[in-house]
């Protein structure tokens, strides 16, 4: 309730224009198009805007403190539900970060269960963020089939996990369980129509002279504004940021796929879509090579100290059956020292910093979240322009408040 | 693959590229250095942080022209009992280090980068919140995630995990 307390007695916002001149509007945290709990304080004059603050903190939930409470392997749970649009990208900087404190290499087939799940993650979060973007600028349409394809992705999700949306997959060392069958005919189906359902969007959007109206020119970062605020991801290539971490800084096996990053130079909301797009098409050709180099073998790395042992093991052989008592009860320890492993998730960096003391339990676990740092491009994209142009902005840089908060 | 052991010895890493940087344009400034893991640490003196951030951003040797991260540590009962850390990256050198600065925990402050990077503000609200480390020069420093009137900084280690009851 300090929130609003604050804001009743002295607005947070202080008046540049002066006088009677601007007034404060106060967006959020209940508002649709803010995808979340985000609170905006709009300073405008008229209806151009003098000034945005956001105020978040909402769905802060202490992740990193209770990770501090928790077994290695108990983490990978809680890092679900930090994005929760893309949780297995989440899950995989959080295994990627330990097993690179072990000194842990995963078998192959591990490796790409993994880089398909993480592509057909991110295609899953590509299709919320176009779906409520479209939706937010008045394009229903597009929601509807982009939600009939993401079932389909949750579908899968299913398969895998035993779970739509929290999926905890994977595990240090490996995945949890290989994929069952029928799986992989029900993905290469879908692989085989999806790229015709991407120009769908985007025979409904690109061209479409509302959509183009509404997001051509506006809420433009500049690239050197990018680098200052720390912008990463889709939003920071729309401003001519060349990077990319699957391709410059390659982790988890993504040297070995081939796949080209989209670049934009203008910066505004369409460079941004039109990025995200391509990252569809990507995203999706990066799963059918995955598909087509997947090899037979085991999906957990040769490790009994730190993986838990096969069922069947369990019951044959009594080492086995030590392992796992010792792993459920106790944790498996970690040597000491501290690593960041920083993914591209879809939305941007997705950086984990663990650092260990020795025992079963991190000392302190850090999520440089994306949407955090994406949310610094508000004032550079909205100040001066229009109020209607806020929902543009805030759908253009794609934030989850769970990302935000943590 | 098996961990390699950590080297710390200035000899064998004053070859790289940011501690040669930093050795010679701001001496006295790095106390130690870290490869481990692959990866490089930093440990730079409390007063000269901005300097040494703002010499491995703009020389030409360098080019650590994106901050990725700022986050902090709490080492509760060691003294100097905090550390902010800084992960740098190098866009055209596709590299990454860490830059780490120790902090008394009797009166934890460091100046704010926010004047090199301006994204780096909501980071030292987050660390200011939660860890109660003081930004010098930051432009709004106010809690951010927890409410205003929250007493005491959740990520401390003598914070116990429930709250204080």
Known sequence: MAHIDQFRSAPVVETTTGGDRTMVLNMGPQHPSTHGVLRLLLEIDGETIVRIRPDIGFLHTGIEKTCEAKFYQQVVPLTDRIDYLCPMTNNFTYVLAVEKLLGLEVPPRAMWIRLMLNELTRICSHLVWLGTHAMDIGAMTVFLYCFREREEILKMFEMVAGQRMMTSYFRVGGVSMDLPLGFLDYLKNFAGYFPARIEQYSDLLTDNPIWTGRTKGVAKITTQDATDLMLTGPTARGSGVDWDLRRDMPYGGYEQLEFKVPVATEGDVFARYIIRMEELRQSISMVKQAIARLPEGPVKADAPKVVLPDREKMKTQMESLIHHFKIVTEGFTVPEGEVYQGVESPRGEMGYYVKSDGTAKPYRVHMRSPSFANLNALGVMCEHNLLADVVAAVGSIDVVLGDVDR | MPLEPAITDMELLKDRVAVACLLAGLPGALLAAKFDRNELTLIVDQVQIVEALRLLRDSTETQFNALADVTSVDLYPAEPRFEVIYSLISYA??????????????????????????????????????????????????????????????????????GYR
């Open chain 2, 93 to 162: 050198r596709r590299e990454r280090i860490r830059v780490k600065v120790p902090i008394s925990g009797l009166d934890p402050y460091v100046e704010s980068v926010t004047p090199l990077w301006m994204g780096a503000s909501p980071f030292e609200r987050e660390i200011f919140d939660l860890m109660g480390i003081r930004f010098q020069n930051h432009p709004d420093l106010r809690r951010i995630l927890m409410p205003d009137e929250w007493e005491g900084h959740p990520l401390r280690k003598d914070y116990p995990v429930e």
